[in-house]
């Protein structure tokens, strides 16, 4: 079975595409389950998102083409939430209560700086790489002992740019992994790191093989911000995957988890 939890559409503002072109676009690449999760809204980074009076639109939308196509695709709604601990207030409690199929939980700041966002790519220049890695990994801890998703979306992300993790915050990563074990939080395997200048998946080889052995569930995603995204990668992270001993991986109906094989 072939499942894909992670896709934008053009509500996101910085992704293109109608709703149901990537429904059409999953249907041909044979894609079983094909889950949506547009960035929350939020009062912060609006740019990057939709707004809040455009979320009943997006939920109805994706609830219309489930069953629309429900013969042929089995559709799930959900959303990647961004997670800023200095700015707890900003998870909005009203998403919180939706009945959402799952929740994608994403760091994509340190403190306010939108570290993945090539706009603020200077501010590399002036930053310590090891206290970064240190600080992301901490709010990925807390991200995961908060319960709140399903889903820890592109684990390293903080690669993007080349600046892997540095071999002493390691320990760290394991100790992240271990929350997720505990917390029986997902590890999605995102394909869009292969798209962007590090030319890999989230997370690397190394991360995935501790995370196997560490016994963390696993779920795909493409992270698709365009139709033609949409499975992209899927071969690579699926052969990685198995190449580490995983032969299943996960999914979520109404915040329950299901295991299939892939
Ligand atoms: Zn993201
Ligand atoms: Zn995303």
Request: net charge negative; glycine share 6%.
């Amino acid at each position: 079975m072939r499942v894909d939890l992670h896709n934008h559409t053009y509500l996101c503002k910085h992704a293109s595409g109608t709703i149901e072109s990537y429904v059409l676009q999953a249907i041909e690449k044979g894609i079983d389950i094909f889950g949506f999760s547009c960035h929350n809204p939020m009062d912060y980074d609006e740019k990057y998102r939709m707004g809040f009076e455009e979320f009943d639109g997006y939920t109805k939308e994706v609830l219309r083409l489930k069953q629309k196509y429900q013969d042929k695709i089995e559709i799930l709604l959900a959303l990647e939430m961004d997670f800023l601990p200095h700015r707890m207030e900003l998870l909005d409690k009203r998403l919180l209560d939706t009945p959402l199929d799952y929740l994608i939980g994403s760091v994509h700041f340190l403190d306010d700086w939108g570290f993945d966002n090539p706009e603020f790519i200077g501010e590399y220049k002036k930053r310590n790489m090891r206290e970064c890695w240190m600080e992301y990994l901490e709010c990925i801890k807390k991200m995961a002992e908060s319960k709140l998703f399903q889903i820890v979306g592109h684990f390293d992300l903080l690669k993007v740019f080349n600046h892997t993790p540095p071999k002493e915050v390691f320990f760290k990563i394991q100790e992240v992994l271990q929350v997720l074990a505990q917390n029986q939080v997902a590890l999605e395997i995102n394909a869009s790191g292969l798209r962007k200048p590090i030319g890999e998946q989230y997370p690397s080889r190394e991360i995935l093989q501790e995370a196997y052995n560490l016994g963390v569930y696993i779920t795909f995603g493409s992270d698709a911000h365009q139709q033609e995204h949409v499975g992209f990668g899927y071969e690579t992270c699926r052969q990685l995957a198995q190449s580490v001993g995983y032969h299943q991986a996960v999914f979520f109906r109404n915040k329950k988890r299901f295991v299939y094989d892939f």
